[in-house]
């Protein structure tokens, strides 16, 4: 079982940074890739970056490229996504999951509560 905390969120203006962190406890960190997704209000919850085991691979969705970046840290069990260059319609409720990667694919098996970032224009 791993219990996941996210923390970061908050209002910004359009073309302003946030750095958001999800903390791990439970099972071991390492052993698992992690991801976020976001949902915005009346929209289905969609996948915005992963990041393998070590650190080394990582995924995004193509609108996300150049501006949002995955990191994590293995020794403090935190993953973390930094936003450059929000925009309004990057308002959402923001999850951190671990799971695993499959064919390029992240498919998370644990989520988090989630954390609002809302961008005003």
């Known amino acids: 079982q791993v219990q996941l905390f996210e923390s970061g969120g908050g209002l910004v203006q359009a073309g302003g940074s946030l750095n958001l962190a999800c903390a791990a406890s439970?099972?071991?960190?390492?052993?698992?890739?992690m991801g976020w997704f976001r949902q915005a209000p009346g929209k289905e919850r969609e996948f915005v970056a992963a990041?393998?085991?070590?650190?080394?691979?990582?995924l995004y969705a193509d609108s996300m490229k150049g501006r949002f970046t995955i990191s994590r840290d293995n020794a403090k069990d935190t993953v973390y996504l930094q936003m450059n260059s929000l925009k309004p319609e990057d308002t959402a409720v923001y999850y951190c999951?671990?799971?695993?990667?499959?064919?390029?694919?992240?498919?998370?098996?644990?989520w988090g509560n989630g954390t609002l970032v809302t961008v005003s224009s």
């Open positions: 990041i393998n085991l070590n650190g080394a691979g990582a």
């Open positions: 999951g671990a799971g695993r990667v499959q064919f390029k694919k992240f498919l998370a098996d644990y």
């Open positions: 439970g099972r071991t960190f390492s052993s698992a890739a």
